[in-house]
């Protein structure tokens, strides 16, 4: 599916090849029969949008955006298991799918990133498109969510990948619970969840340095933690 690969490119981090080839980008868009005269207008401003900024630029607000705190990060299985064991058996399981349908990755991302998710979902038929895209609904709607609260551009792709899902989640759906949630990307939420880490390390060290560990919940009994996708509400975001 054309725009599937389009919008994974315009997902992924933001190299020259985006100011290179974007007439190829503008060609392949037009392509694309799945997407209505509307959508394909919405792409193409994003194209221009992001083609008209300096690279360097763009690639600082990308990384601001994904990779500065979880809540908008694009590793998919951040967002339900966040850094505990269960993610990792969720990626490996991953791994194992997409060398069933022959696709071997390198080491350059995650199998969770979501440019590359789906660019698999785009190597196989209509049918794998929509269950992949169904599967990720619920997250897909929380980051379209949490985007648009931001005021980013990216905002408008994800509403985009639920239409073609033809899943009944939406990012409007989530904009109360968006609201209420706490930035993890500011340098005070950063530093907290930096100082737990190394709390909770210390801990599992010196299990007797319960000092410690007091000192430090009491410092940051207040502090801001990251967001995570309640996993128990899948359901409910689903439309089940």
């Known amino acids: 599916m054309i725009a599937i690969r389009l919008i994974a490119r315009l997902l ?12 190829e980008l503008h060609a392949a868009l037009q392509e694309a029969d799945e ?12 194209i221009r949008h992001c083609a008209a900024r300096p690279l360097l630029d763009l690639q600082s607000d990308y990384c601001e955006l994904f990779d500065r705190g979880r809540a908008t990060s694009l590793l998919l299985f951040e967002h339900v298991h966040g850094e505990s064991r269960d993610r990792g058996q969720a990626m490996v399981d991953l791994l194992d ?5 022959g696709l071997e990755l390198d080491a350059r991302e995650l199998p969770d ?5 789906l660019e698999y979902l785009a190597q196989g038929g209509l049918a794998r498109v929509r269950q992949g895209l169904q599967d990720v609904a619920p997250i897909l709607a929380l980051l379209g969510a949490r985007l648009e609260q931001r005021g980013s551009p990216y905002a408008q792709l994800f509403p985009l990948l639920l239409d073609l899902s033809g899943s009944s989640a939406s990012p409007e759906s989530l904009q109360s619970q968006v609201a209420g949630e706490t930035r993890d990307d500011t340098p005070q939420a950063l ?28 410092r940051f009994a207040g502090a801001v933690t990251p967001q995570y996708l309640d996993v128990s509400t899948l359901s409910q975001v689903r439309g089940e």
Request: proline share 5%; aromatic share 12%; with cysteine.
């Open 97 to 101: 799918q997409y060398r069933a349908d």
């Open 12 to 23: 992924d981090y933001p190299e020259q090849e985006l100011f290179d080839h974007q007439e």
């Open 35 to 46: 997407l209505s005269g509307e959508q394909k207008a919405m792409l193409a401003e994003f």
């Open 113 to 117: 990133h979501l440019p590359l998710y």
């Open 191 to 218: 530093d907290a969840v930096w100082e737990e880490e190394q709390v909770s390390f210390i801990a599992r060290m010196n299990p007797q340095g319960e000092g410690c560990t007091a000192t430090h919940q009491r």
